[in-house]
């Protein structure tokens, strides 16, 4: 299981953790409540080393008894345009480099096209198009997912949907 923005880190982070259940996990430390990844496992045969390791993403190597070892890349990309910029050049650097069976999930606090979101703010069309080229750049491909479309949603105001 991969958890972004957990709002806690340290003592709190583990024993929370700890309570969950999972004695197998990385982290990747939250700052205060912002950022932050846990990666959480209950397999004791699931090997999970840790590759590469930045403070909006975990880049592992997940290796299982008597399968083939494969890559995982957890992303908690900032809301920040100027350092998520910053970790779609460090993550465009790893696909480049991919030789094995690899997925990257996460929150990417992007998106790549009108209707991956509703309401709010309008979308900014050329953000869309950068985000999806970047997508393209890394060889990426869209895992369809079954569910709820929308996983975010901000704050309610009374009388508004």
Known sequence: MALQEPRCSGMIARR???????????????RGFSGGIWLLWFKADL????????????????????????????VYASP????RRDTWIKLH?????IQESWLMMGDFNEIASTD???GGASVDI??????????NDCNLLKVHTIGTKFTWRGPKCIGHD
Request: proline share 2%; glycine share 2%; net charge negative.
């Open 16 to 30: 929370t953790i700890k309570s969950l259940g999972f004695k197998n996990y990385l982290l990747s430390e939250a």
């Open 47 to 74: 090997q999970v080393t840790v590759i590469k390791e930045d403070f909006h993403f975990l880049h592992v190597r997940v290796q299982e008894r008597d399968m083939y070892p494969w890559l995982l890349t957890v």
């Open 80 to 83: 920040q345009e100027n350092e």
């Open 93 to 97: 650097d790893i696909a480049s480099s």
């Open 116 to 118: 991956e979101k509703k």
């Open 126 to 135: 050329k953000r869309c198009s950068n985000f999806s080229d970047w997508i």
